[in-house]
């Protein structure tokens, strides 16, 4: 069957690529914009990539279209597809009917955490010998491979609450059946679909109503609006996690040995499994690593084989990857777009380099940034770099200018030149550059790791 694949180069459809192609089929896409670390992962598996939508791909005629969640109406190969008349479904109805329906599901939901979360707990899995199966949003260290279909009867699924497709609004994670659901965190994000935090919950309760009771949601003791999502009605037994001396009536807790998380105790049920020793730092990690330890254990994995998996866990490509070190400047890529995710990841940083200078280069590139949605609260998450430069694209919806009134630290630049030049000119020794998007930031990685060699 040749399965052809629209908005191919995204995270969660790049995956659903791969698996297609290791179930026998001929794959083959299309996306507008095609940039690695998806675009290298698809070729190298031998997966054909158009720049583009235009009808002529969809020549010769493909026996099944695959459409991803960004493709709406007026796309020219969306309407081609209606026109012709072509059969189509989307990624998560995929992955479902092809793949899930016949396997234990360990889904990691939540707004922050939920790549590095799924690639914790596959890593863990695979580590004790089980050769789970997983799609991810991300492409995780330990693998190289964003997807594949592994052994049944375990699958890792990274589920996300944005909408399915332009013909299915609902959640994508409603098509999962998880067995095992992690719930990390929630707060209001994707304010292109959703009104307000109300709407998200109310699609996080959709997904809880479709958890089995002999199954296990995992959750934080500490997340108020998780809490009301229960409290919606909870049909299957709940585990809490935490971290102290803040919370410790949890099941699963974290004792912190160091500041910056790279060293911890777990504890379940009050007793310690054992340590954790890895190079991640933040305590959004520490928590990612109980809830993967917890929904391991779930699938009948030890606490110990859990920690000692963690403690050679590499992390998700894009996630504080040291991207280059030059004459003693790091340059640091992740993809952190949301105000807590970007607080959280500078603050681990921070704990980690001690008073060396970091400078955080921001880019405000997903639909809720563009929107402005969290103009009033991104200054602060910022406030852990010693300098902060923000991206003013023409593609913003308001102006940044006032984050420079509402913090001393942040600079506003309005082209990736202007970027360059004061970077190349400020940055020095031991200094630590953390370039934090969602998307290919303009190639300003490399044109930067460029300018500091030359300079």
Not at 26 to 46: A, C, K, W
Not at 158 to 169: I, Q, S
Not at 204 to 220: D, S, W
Not at 408 to 419: G, M, P, T, Y
Request: proline share 4%.
């Amino acid at each position: 069957m040749h399965v052809y694949i629209l908005g191919i180069c995204g995270t969660f459809m790049g995956g659903v690529a791969l698996l297609a192609k290791q179930l026998g089929h001929q794959v083959s896409g299309s996306d507008r914009h095609v940039y690695p670390p998806m675009s290298t992962q698809l070729e190298e598996q031998g997966i054909a990539l158009k720049n583009g939508y235009d009808p002529s791909n969809l020549e010769p005629r493909p026996d099944l279209v695959v459409i991803g969640n960004a493709l709406s109406r007026g796309n020219p190969e969306i309407e081609a597809i209606l026109n012709r008349r072509l059969p189509y479904i989307s990624g998560p109805r995929w992955l479902s009917e092809h793949l899930l329906k016949d396997r234990w599901v360990l889904a990691v939901a939540g707004t922050h955490g939920k790549t590095t979360a799924s690639s914790m707990t596959a890593w863990i899995l695979e580590e004790a010998g089980l050769e789970p199966g997983f799609l991810i949003g991300g492409i995780p260290m330990n693998f190289g491979l964003s997807a594949r279909l592994g052994k049944a009867p375990y699958f890792v699924v990274e589920a996300d609450e944005y909408d399915t497709a332009f013909f299915d609004k609902r959640s994508k994670f409603v098509h999962y059946q998880p067995r095992t659901l992690v719930l990390n965190n929630l707060e209001f994000d994707h304010a292109d679909i959703f009104p307000d935090l109300a709407a998200i919950q109310r699609q996080f309760h959709h997904l809880v109503r479709i958890t089995p009771g002999n199954g296990l949601i995992i959750a934080p003791q500490a997340d108020d609006n998780l809490a009301e999502v229960l409290a919606m009605g909870c049909w299957t037994s709940v585990v809490h996690t935490g971290i102290a001396p803040e919370q410790t009536d949890c099941e699963w807790l974290a004792r912190l040995d160091s500041a910056d998380g790279s060293r911890f105790d777990v504890l379940y049920q009050g007793r310690k499994q054992g340590t954790v020793l890895w190079p991640l730092t933040g305590q959004h990690n520490v928590s990612n690593a109980l809830s993967a330890l917890a929904a391991a254990h779930h699938a009948g994995i030890a606490a110990e084989t859990g920690i000692d998996a963690l403690s050679c866990f590499k992390s998700v490509k894009r996630r504080m990857e040291i991207y280059a070190t030059v004459n003693g400047i790091t340059l640091y890529d992740d993809s952190a777009h949301h105000p807590t995710a970007i607080a959280s990841t500078l603050e681990g940083l921070r704990n980690r380099v001690g008073r060396e200078r970091i400078i955080a280069i921001f880019e405000p590139r997903s639909n809720t940034m563009r929107l402005g949605v969290h103009a009033d609260t991104l200054a602060h998450s910022l406030q852990a770099a010693d300098a902060a430069i923000v991206y003013q694209a023409d593609a913003l919806d308001w102006d940044t200018n006032r984050l420079a009134e509402q913090a001393a630290n942040v600079r506003i630049e309005h082209s990736l030149e202007a970027i360059l030049t004061w970077l190349t000119a400020h940055a020095g020794e031991g200094d630590h550059l953390v370039l934090m998007s969602n998307g290919s930031f303009g190639g300003l990685h490399r044109r930067l790791e460029q300018a500091l060699r030359d300079r």
